[in-house]
């Protein structure tokens, strides 16, 4: 699986745009771009996820570049309860894999009044 | 539906003892892993299940076993506890990676400390 790239750190302001940015220049063209986040220690939750096209879900929206090399995971209005380490990870959508995930450090955010 | 339950949530352990790390899931998912993350790390694949009677290892599986004798349970096993595997393990489920919708779900974590 391609490795990723992500900021250690991000601060943003309750109620502004989240934007947390991945870098995956060495993926593959059937490997997708998960995002999970982690809030204070609990399991990973997953947000979204994506191939090609830019895709919105009632958390977040994922926006890839054409080129597929990187990607912005947006929280359109973030909360205080937003704050957590994110992790970007792309991964190959094969039975053979396993659905292997590997996790990073990600990006820990920090939602500010 | 209450998704993917570990037990238990703490444990301490004796160097040289031995526990198992229950794991449990009731969405009828095929594949189940289990993780374990260090202070201020990623998480770290140890073994993993594509479904009942088959297991794989992951990146770490050296001090653990597992087994997978139903779809739901994915006990792991720590047969000589040493320090080095004080950490946070978390159990995942998912529906296989070529699905529609195959995100992984997991559990809460169980925080073990060996001393």
């Known amino acids: 699986d391609a490795k990723t790239t992500q900021p250690p750190s991000m601060d943003c302001a309750e109620g502004r745009a989240a934007n947390l940015p991945c870098n995956h220049s060495t993926i593959s063209g059937n490997e997708y771009v998960y995002w999970y986040r982690q809030i204070h220690s609990q399991g990973p939750q997953y947000i979204i996820h994506?191939?090609?096209n830019n895709e919105t879900n009632e958390m977040a929206s994922l926006i890839i570049t054409e080129d597929r090399k990187s990607s912005t995971l947006i929280l359109p209005h973030a909360t205080l309860r937003d704050t957590a380490v994110y992790y970007c990870i792309v991964r190959v959508e094969d039975t053979g894999t396993a659905s292997k995930l590997t996790f990073g450090t990600g990006t820990r955010l920090q939602v500010t009044l | 539906n209450a998704g993917v339950t570990q037990t238990p949530k703490f444990r301490i352990l004796k160097i040289g003892q031995s526990m198992t790390l229950q794991c449990t899931q009731d969405m009828n998912h095929n594949y189940m892993y289990w993780y374990r993350q260090d202070p201020g790390m990623g998480l770290k694949l140890i073994y993993y299940s594509v479904g009942a009677g088959i297991t794989d290892k992951g990146e770490v599986p050296n001090g653990y076993n597992v087994s997978r004798s139903t779809t739901e349970d994915f006990p792991l096993r720590l047969e000589l506890a040493a320090p080095s595997q004080t950490s946070v393990y978390f159990c995942a489920s998912s529906y296989p990676p070529d699905s529609v919708n195959s995100p992984l779900h997991f559990g809460n974590g169980t925080r073990l400390t060996v001393t």
């Open positions: 994506g191939l090609k």
